[in-house]
């Protein structure tokens, strides 16, 4: 959850105007980025940057559907399932030498 948080906090900044706004979002922006360097020792880079964004993504598109009211319909939740199954394909696979 926190990779999204740190996107949905970038909405509040204002472009960086607003002080807590704009805190929360350094300090979440940084976890989530050393929280990524971690990932890169044991996965590989392309992998690690994939799950990160996909992951950040949907974490962001679930954010807004269950507190900032944006839509919840069946197609979107059909997306979010495939770019779900693509983070786990990709970390699934990351090791594999085919």
Do not use: D, N, Q
């Not at 990524?36 to 690690?48: D, Q, V, W």
């Amino acid at each position: 959850m926190l990779l999204g948080c740190w996107a949905v906090g970038l909405k509040y900044t204002e472009g960086f105007t607003k002080l807590w706004p704009s805190m929360f979002t350094i300090v979440t922006m940084a976890i989530s980025l050393w929280l990524l360097s971690i990932a890169m020792k044991t996965i590989p880079i392309g992998t690690a940057y994939a799950v990160w964004t996909g992951t950040g993504a949907v974490c962001v598109v679930l954010i807004g559907m269950f507190f900032l009211g944006e839509s919840k319909e069946l197609a979107r939740i059909i997306c979010l399932m495939f770019i779900v199954a693509g983070i786990v394909g990709l970390k699934f696979f990351a090791h594999s030498h085919v």
